[in-house]
């Protein structure tokens, strides 16, 4: 039986101050899964994420990525993730092209390879004619397409996009669907996606986690999570315990 | 997609990620290439002036130490002032700025190790600082004052001195909160340790109570070093720079690594 494409075991994150931002979080994703991790601000999405992909170092628990694992084996785990992060973390001096290509070559690819990635990617997210812009001059949407243009440079086998929605328009959202659909349906890549957007994670979504105040309290298909009365807001609601607030507010 | 496509699984085995480690490189180049001005002409514009004020002007009424001109004895210190400056900008910058704007995430999600993140800012260090030395040496060939006794010790000299404030800045540039933090060093530190290191004067030029100073500042055995490879003049005693030197690029370097390994500064 092949290795889930992430599997994380009891992770808790504790930050210095003693803020505990993840507790006792274990999640496993099926590899070619497109799998929504939803919850509201502060309940640890973008914290697992980031210890998953090596932005923060967890505090106790495991993190596999197929297999591999993601603290000891780090180099090997984090050739198959690709990050898209909820925020700008890019050099705004630098111009598209150079942002996806310095990402490529931190990830080993030749400068052949990373000249067809770049190019084809450049192509896909209608980035070419933005191409010599400093990141400081693109529109918000237009940033957003280089974030997920450098996420995606050396194909990752498993993507985590964090809110790769947030604040573009209609456009590039409808381009992101697709292209999410293609490579998960097609290419059979694992998708993990973040979103306020409960609409989006409906209709890209097979499988979703509820997160809040650091602990998975809903977990199973969209189908079953959402197919009740209310659809997925209503469980979204319950299972974050803010329906009450919703309901008294 | 799938013409496109390089999938990660296909790249060799990771041994050393050369590409990655070129990569930083030739990013950490483009980045500094991007402030020619803050680089390289202001730290040649100020030894310029340095050359111009106490080597020839100042100079040309002192009489010549160890038998060279007080400007040959002065083109040393000024150069490894700057070479210092050089080594110390560059690393401390570059990494208190990826923290800031929070792009040295971008090396944290790769698969980088450690000692690839070092040495290849590192080797920007030793390259910034490399060019403003020779610029520098080439200005003292302008004003007929440099020589070079020794190009292995000199290239030692250039080489492990930008490390050791390579490695320093590395530091310096976890630690900070803010550009105040990252400035201090040059103040407090950097600027007054190696006026007083002997670049303007020799160790017996100075009170015989104040000697004392000198000898416990590292700087004074960089100068010296470097002074001892170009002109051939060194007061220390043969070895001791070295070996001090090379102690510094361990200790600093275990640092870094320890740091890197925690995370300090760089992970959540």
Redesign the interface.
Known sequence: MPAPALKIRNLRKVYRRGNVAVDDLSLTIEEGDFFGFLGPNGAGKSTTIHCVTGIATPTSGSIEVFGIDAVKQYREARRLVGLCPQEFNVDPFANARQIVDWAGGYFGLNAAQRKSRVDYLMERFELTPHLKKSFRELSGGLKRRVVLARALVHDPRLIILDEPTAGVDVELRRVLWRYLTDINSQDRRTILLTSHYLEEVERLCRDIAIVANGKIVREGSKDEIAGGPGGLEQAYLVATGAEGDHVAG | ??Q??????T??K?GV?W??L???V??EV??MM?VPIQAFIAPWISALLFIFIFGSVVGGRISTIGGHRYLEFVLPGILMMNVINAAFLQSSSAIYF?RF?????????????YFEMVVGSLSTVVLRASITGIGILLMGLGFGASTIESWPLFIFWVVSVSTIFGLAGIIIGLWSKSFEQLNMPVVFFLTPLSMIGGSFFTASMLPSWLQWLAWINPFFYFINGIRGAMIGVDETPPGLGIGLTLLLILVLGGTVWRLYAR?YGL??
Request: a positive charge.
């Open positions: 997609m799938s496109a496509s390089t999938h990660a699984e790249l060799p990771m990620n590409i990655g070129y990569t930083i030739r990013r483009q980045r991007r990826s704007i929070r792009f040295v995430e971008e090396m944290l999600v790769a698969p980088l190790s995370g992970r959540e």
